[in-house]
């Protein structure tokens, strides 16, 4: 059988998102609702994965330029986006709470990376204002890639950028008071989601950074990096969650990542199904660490990851993964 390439895929990919979501986008991008539509590929088979479910790594690539802190990932029909933070000065934390804040602001630089399909760099977009540069979790939508700049401390603020997928224009859409480590655009209502600081709390907000709603995250299993909106009115997330090791594996010094994947009904804000995902990076990272898209094609999921950062094992690669699941 000959291995598909990332090329392949992402073109797959990429043409199966504006067939499914480009008028729907288009239409919440002039602040218009759209009719819901039926559950696709994506939602059906994301529900019939479980614990057994067998991925195969079908690619990789590495990416050949400094990438620093990945964040997010989005795939479209011309390019690969990659959001990603530079880190100049670490933020530190005060020994009690200074403004409301836990720890200082540090300084950096919000990147957003824009390559071909075989990763090859064709631009980097900065992103950010002031205290403001550590970019999340970012989506496409058919049109255009949403990417949240926040600071890089919990309680703080976000803004949020609206970059066209073909002409790469950036607009600012609206800032936010909080951390915003991920958003997605509802396609059945024309509504932005966002995630906090450790996804735990959701956003709902109009075109104009109008917030229509806010819902605590019922979940503790992750805390989701990267999200994409699925067909109809739901989200996948992939995630990571730090957790002890026994004393005698270091304790609290030697912690376990674990991984895994979750989607979540915008309407209800229930989770409707949430797997562990335990692949492993170069560098010892799990798959969903930080970048994750998915996409299917009648009954097999491909997800792409790019666990690790420019300065850890071979730098960032870019995986593919896929499983044939039963509905």
Known sequence: MKRPTLRTIAGAVAMAALLAGAASANAATRGAPTLPSRDGDLARDFSA??????????????????????????????????????????????????????????RGLGHLFVMDRQGHLQKDITLGEGDMYHPGGISYDGTNVWVPVAQYRPNSSAIIYRVNAQTLGVT????????????????????????????????????????????????????????????SAKMICGGITNLPQTPTAGGSNGTYELGGLTMIDLRS?????????????????????????????????????????????????????QATVQR
């Not at 795939?75 to 020994?95: A, C, G, N, R």
């Not at 995630?195 to 075109?207: A, I, M, P």
């Open 49 to 106: 994965v479980d614990r057994n479910t067998v991925w195969n790594q079908v690619d990789k690539i590495k990416l050949n330029f400094p990438t620093y802190h990945t964040e997010g990932l989005a795939i479209t029909p011309d390019h690969l986006f990659l959001s990603s933070v530079q880190i100049i000065e670490p933020t530190q934390k005060y020994p009690s709470p200074v403004g409301g804040y836990d720890r200082t602001p540090g």
């Open 172 to 231: 600012k859409q609206f800032e936010v008071k909080d951390h915003i480590g991920g958003i997605v655009l509802d396609q059945t209502t024309g509504h932005l989601v966002g995630n906090s600081w450790g996804s735990r709390r959701f956003y709902d907000w109009t075109l104009q950074g109008q917030q229509v709603r806010t819902w605590d995250n019922p979940s503790f299993f992750t805390d989701h990096q990267d999200c994409q909106y699925v067909p």
């Open 269 to 321: 804000h229930n989770i409707l199904r949430e797997v562990p995902f335990q692949k492993w990076s170069t560098a010892g990272h799990v798959m969903t660490r930080n970048p994750v898209k998915m996409s299917a094609r009648g009954n097999q999921l491909t997800l792409w990851a790019a666990p690790d950062n420019g300065d850890e094992g071979n730098g960032t690669e870019l995986f593919t993964y």
